[in-house]
């Protein structure tokens, strides 16, 4: 393989691991960092921020891969998707599984230092990272359990400082379902034509002409629970 060529190799696994977009990154990043300072009280360990700044990257990455393999017949027919690097043929289906393996497996080695609580909550998380892509084929509202998958860095974050999930770590994961389903619906709105073409479900789709009001409603909702996991 020559140098250029490895080198588009290793920008296709960046572009399929969304390296170049960190947004998706971010949104699973804030609310781990909630539970992370809320369960410290204010002050957590460089080592666990450390530890889920990393893992949060890496679990990420290992999301989007997984999802693109299961969309990998779907995105062909959306118009904004269509050239991603597993369905255009850069990436193949086979190197897509084994960089999503590698990339769960470094997620894992990171966590065998913390609680054991965290050990099997990071099973459920990647349960629900993997299962999340299918759930667009028959769940109407796919939105609200990205929003569970994106925030089950709360509970895990809890475990690994207080060795528990007190009642306040779930309102922030209740929060977060809302939050999500109102910023994911909003990103949805680009793809619905395609979508309905497709035959895959999304909250875009459900809300329909009452999209604007109902994310407004959603937000706000996400705002009260917040203050409920405050007080």
């Not at 796919?142 to 475990?159: E, H, K, N, S, V």
């Not at 909003?186 to 459900?206: N, Q």
Request: charged share 15%; hydrophobic share 55%.
């Amino acid at each position: 393989m020559s140098e250029l060529t490895l080198r588009q190799r290793l920008d296709a696994y960046e572009r399929l691991m969304r390296l170049d977009k960190p947004i998706g990154t971010l949104l699973l990043l804030w609310p781990t960092m909630w539970a992370v300072w809320i369960a410290a009280e204010g002050a957590p360990s460089l080592f666990i921020v450390w530890i889920f700044a990393l893992g949060t990257l890496l679990m990420r990455s290992a999301g989007v891969v997984m999802n693109d393999y299961a969309d990998r017949h779907f995105d062909l027919h959306v118009e904004r998707t269509k050239n991603r690097p597993l369905t255009a043929g850069i990436v193949s289906e086979r190197e897509a599984l084994l960089l999503a393996a590698g990339v769960t497996l470094c997620a894992f080695l990171l966590i065998l230092p913390l609680h054991k609580l965290v050990w099997a909550l990071s099973v459920v998380a990647l349960f629900l990272a993997a299962s999340y892509p299918l759930t667009k084929r028959f769940l109407a509202v796919p939105q609200a359990y990205l929003g569970i998958a994106f925030g089950f860095g709360i509970p895990m974050a809890y475990a690994a400082q207080v060795g528990e999930v007190p009642a306040e770590a779930w309102w922030l994961l209740l929060a977060n379902v809302f939050w999500a389903v109102a910023y994911d619906t909003e990103y949805a709105m680009v793809d619905r034509e395609d979508d309905i073409r497709v035959g895959a479900k999304s909250t875009a789709i459900l809300f329909g002409d009452a999209d604007v009001p109902i994310i407004g409603v959603l937000m706000g909702t996400f705002l009260f629970a917040m203050f409920l996991a405050g007080t």
